[in-house]
């Protein structure tokens, strides 16, 4: 089956420690993208990535940090410097050759900081 | 002022009703839009997706593009339970990396 995987479902961390979100695609997507969810708040881009080994920075990239070191995978670290790591984290890709900009994304991750 | 705006409702309809769902832009850049229904802690799944004004249908589901007033719908026709679920819009520019997204509508159709 084609799509996109993210592990694990459910992170529980202590405050003060790095964790780092797994997201894996082998729909041969070009882009890949990190978006974090909060209640009331949409959707907010944290990190993308067009091409292997070079991503830009979203809205919301301080405390995270991420990289591209294959086609097939973006893995999100979130560092100690965030503020407020407890959410629901969604990893999501799109092609980005031809005139297709759909964007599909992954189950979800959900964090909890303590 | 918000890229996009969307009424996060709730909405709560009867099974069988036509549901509306809308959003507002302001940047008449964006030219591709797309609804995503994303059920409770779940991944948004895509739904439809649009390129310039008109109308897209799939089933119970039409999208529409009304660019001159900056304005998309999603319509439901004959609702079901299982449609009960957040609905995102999103819209990106032809030129652009980022996607830009509604904050989401919450409908529950009553059974």
């Known amino acids: 089956d084609g799509g996109i995987t993210q592990s694990p479902k459910y992170l529980f961390r202590k405050e003060g420690q790095n964790v780092t979100l797994s997201c894996e695609q082998n729909?041969?997507?070009?882009?890949m993208y990190w978006y974090r969810q909060d209640p009331g708040q949409g959707l907010r881009l944290i990190y993308y990535?067009?091409?292997?080994?070079?991503?830009q920075k979203g809205d919301i990239a301080e405390g995270y940090s991420v990289s591209r070191e294959k086609k097939e995978s973006f893995p999100l670290t979130v560092t100690s410097a965030q503020k407020n790591p407890t959410a629901f984290y969604l990893c999501?890709?799109?092609?980005?050759?031809?005139?297709?900009?759909?964007?599909?994304f992954g189950p979800g991750t959900r964090l909890t900081v303590t | 002022q918000k890229e996009v705006e969307q009424d996060p409702g709730p909405l709560s309809v009867p099974e069988g009703a036509i549901v509306s769902l809308n959003c507002t832009y302001s940047?008449?850049?964006?030219?591709?839009f797309m609804w995503y229904r994303q059920y409770s802690r779940k991944g948004p799944e895509l739904l439809m997706y649009?390129?310039?004004?008109g109308n897209k249908e799939d089933g119970r589901f039409t999208a529409q593009v009304d660019k001159s007033s900056k304005y998309i719908s999603l319509f439901i026709r004959d609702s079901q339970p299982s449609d009960s679920a957040t609905y995102l819009c999103?819209?990106?520019?032809?030129?652009?990396?980022?996607?830009?997204f509604g904050t989401g509508t919450s409908l529950t159709v009553i059974p």
């Open positions: 940047n008449s850049a964006f030219q591709y």
């Open positions: 729909l041969n997507h070009d882009a």
């Open positions: 999103a819209m990106i520019r032809i030129t652009g990396n980022q996607f830009y």
């Open positions: 990535s067009q091409i292997v080994n070079d991503f």
């Open positions: 999501a890709s799109r092609m980005v050759a031809g005139s297709s900009y759909e964007q599909y």
């Open positions: 649009t390129y310039s004004s």
